[in-house]
């Protein structure tokens, strides 16, 4: 693990000073292009993490006995996370006491099921809907890498508690209303349907 972290950063400091050879350049431009890079880096590293925590767990063969049987290898899962999108890899079991498969890196990751949003950029979406569309959220947040349909789905999830009224409804001894009749239909008894 430490030789594949080290290999990224190496990778990423080269990176770096390619990025400082180039002479036509603002600091804008500068900032962009180094913070891609970070974040790229970051996402190897990431990536690296959670494949070292799997075959860790595979290996422990003994705390997964009679519990846990490996059904499958290497299951792709494509995560959006603040730095990007994360391409892991984890191992399906059949959990043998509830009799269902489940992926126990998905519970310590602290990824729910179906979930390709982590909790992050779900709040940052909801945030940005409050001011924006729909899709212009999806836009600023992640760049357009989720629909419009992701972010009116993570606004679903949020669960406000509704306030208890303040005060009383008050009773109201008469109350008027008034139509136009352009826009109250005659209710005669017997009439019939149509224009008659």
């Not at 974040?39 to 799997?54: D, F, I, L, P, S």
């Not at 729909?134 to 349909?149: K, M, P």
Request: hydrophobic content about 35%; glycine content about 4%.
């Amino acid at each position: 693990m430490e030789s594949i972290i080290q290999q990224i950063t190496l990778e990423l400091a080269k990176n770096i000073l390619e990025k400082f050879k180039i002479t036509h350049m603002d600091i804008d431009q500068l900032g962009e292009l180094l913070l891609e890079d970070c974040k790229a880096a970051a996402r190897q590293m990431v990536a690296a993490y959670v494949e070292e925590a799997n075959l860790r767990m595979r290996a422990d063969k003994e705390s997964r006995r009679g519990k846990l049987s490996l059904k499958e290898k290497d299951r792709q899962r494509i995560v959006l996370t603040e730095i990007g999108p994360i391409e892991i890899h984890r191992d399906c079991y059949l959990d043998k006491a509830k009799g269902r498969y489940i992926t126990p890196l998905d519970q310590a990751l602290g990824i729910n099921k179906y979930e390709r949003v982590t909790s992050s950029v779900g709040a940052k979406l909801v945030e940005a809907a409050t001011e924006h569309s729909y899709e212009e959220s999806a836009q600023i947040v992640t760049g357009g890498a989720v629909s419009r349909q992701t972010v009116r789905n993570q606004i679903l999830k949020i669960h406000v508690p509704e306030l208890d009224p303040t005060e009383k409804n008050k009773e109201v001894k008469e109350l008027h209303i008034f139509a136009d009749e352009d826009h109250v239909h005659m209710q005669r008894p017997n009439k019939v349907k149509g224009k008659k």
